[in-house]
């Protein structure tokens, strides 16, 4: 059993530099856990679902890698503007919300420039299926 992830949970990047706040933008009739919007899988959408992790830090993004060539070879991180462009993953494998497996605290989704994007917090610590 997982918990299960609400809006304003905290969400992490290996390249970012702060964690951000997941926003659920529901899909459908509202579902509520502890006084929050559940999230799903489908809550992926750059900026709009998945906020910026302060500065990226990996070279394989094309505005770090710039940045990083122009100061000579030093790293330099620069603003970060997620790219996800699939579901997390897995999913609750028994609760769906709006049609779409919940989101849980155990969900993983990657970022097009290589970071890893995981749940640091979930909002509750509700336990559901």
């Known amino acids: 059993m997982d918990v299960q992830v609400v809006s304003t949970a905290q969400v992490m990047c290996s390249f970012g530099t702060t964690p951000a706040a997941l926003t659920v933008i529901p899909k459908g009739p509202p579902v509520i856990a502890a006084g929050q919007p559940m999230a799903t899988i489908q809550d992926f ?4 679902n998945v906020a910026m ?3 990226c830090m990996t070279p ?3 505005q770090v890698a710039a940045a990083t060539s122009a100061a000579l070879g030093v790293l330099t991180p620069q603003p970060c503007i997620p790219v996800i462009v699939a579901p997390w993953a897995p999913g609750s494998a028994t ?3 709006n049609g ?7 969900s993983t989704c990657q970022c ?7 749940v640091v917090s979930p909002g509750q610590t509700t336990i559901g299926g």
């Open 100 to 106: 779409s497996p919940a989101l849980t605290a155990t």
């Open 95 to 97: 609760v769906l919300v």
């Open 45 to 48: 959408a750059p900026m709009a």
């Open 112 to 118: 097009t420039w290589g970071g890893a994007i995981t």
């Open 53 to 55: 992790f302060g500065m």
């Open 60 to 62: 394989s993004n094309p």
